[in-house]
């Protein structure tokens, strides 16, 4: 069990590192498979828990983005 959760923390990190560094504008689950070399679950549930964790945020075309917060105007 311990390693199976070490390899998922690690792959969340990977793809989390491919937004917070620049490497990645935006990926789709499908896209993530690709380049992680994971399953279609595994890649939704990553997206996911990025998405509910407020690192990535889900476009209307599916894709996955990082999340960049609005800035409080000033009145």
Same mark, same amino acid.
């Given at each position: 069990?311990?390693s199976?959760?070490?390899w998922?923390?690690?792959?969340?990190?990977?793809?989390?590192?491919?937004?917070?560094?620049?490497?990645? !504008?935006?990926?789709? !689950?499908?896209?993530? @498979?690709d380049?992680?070399?994971?399953?279609?679950?595994t890649?939704?549930?990553?997206?996911d828990?990025?998405? @509910?964790?407020?690192?990535?945020?889900?476009?209307?075309?599916?894709?996955?983005?990082?999340?960049?917060?609005?800035?409080a105007r000033?009145?």
């Amino acid at each position: 069990m311990t390693s199976r959760r070490n390899w998922i923390e690690t792959l969340v990190m990977q793809v989390q590192g491919e937004f917070l560094n620049g490497r990645a !504008a935006k990926l789709t !689950a499908a896209e993530t @498979e690709d380049r992680f070399g994971i399953d279609r679950r595994t890649s939704e549930a990553i997206l996911d828990v990025l998405a @509910e964790a407020n690192v990535l945020t889900r476009t209307a075309d599916g894709g996955y983005v990082r999340f960049l917060p609005r800035l409080a105007r000033a009145a």
